[in-house]
């Protein structure tokens, strides 16, 4: 493990956090045997950190026709694009859990046009780097492609609100100078 602050901003001790958010960042550190260092710095300020899980959870955990190593997929182009380091090695170690393939996440970081994913997939991240770069350009010719590859509008709703929201997540992230918990970098390297 290295020494390096997680964060530019205080971290505040776990035991001085509201009962609420402890006991949310235990149970993350039961889950996935650590913490990750997102939790840890975004505690500083506690109606903030409650306010970004909430709507988190809403995005990544609800039902929907993207699978959820698409979500990560989209997370991991995404946050490459916007030079997140944290969210790239972060997403990247989900991804590769939730894909069930230790080479993916590399891929998609890099190149996802190269990467060995579905043409839905890269029509997926294909939108969703649309949405990231140039929302404003964002009309009725990528529902279409997007339905010609089986979405449905909520569907496409749903990769654009994870795109954005994590651009929110990657400016604070850079902002913060968030540093990957050492974790991530190995996690799902070695699958089976």
Request: proline content about 4%; charged content about 25%.
């Amino acid at each position: 493990m290295n020494d390096h602050p997680i964060s530019r901003y205080p971290v505040p001790d776990l035991n001085d956090l509201p009962t609420d958010i402890k006991d949310a960042i235990l149970a993350v550190q039961e889950k996935a045997g650590f913490v990750p260092n997102v939790f840890l710095a975004l505690a500083h300020r506690p109606d903030e950190f409650r306010a970004f899980f909430a709507y988190h959870d809403a995005l990544m955990e609800r039902e929907s026709g993207l699978s959820q190593a698409e979500r990560e997929m989209i997370v991991v182009a995404t946050s490459n694009g916007n030079g997140c380091q944290y969210c790239v090695v972060a997403h990247g170690a989900i991804l590769r859990v939730r894909a069930k393939n230790a080479l993916i996440a590399d891929q998609v970081a890099v190149n996802y046009k190269k990467a060995d994913i579905s043409d839905r997939q890269k029509a997926t991240l294909d939108f969703a780097m649309k949405v990231s770069n140039d929302a404003g350009a964002v009309g009725e010719a990528d529902f279409e492609t997007l339905r010609g590859h089986g979405f449905t509008d909520e569907d496409i709703w749903d990769i654009a609100g994870i795109t954005a929201f994590f651009g929110l997540s990657n400016r604070m992230a850079n902002v913060l100078s968030l540093r990957p918990n050492d974790e991530f970098y190995t996690l799902g390297r070695h699958l089976e």
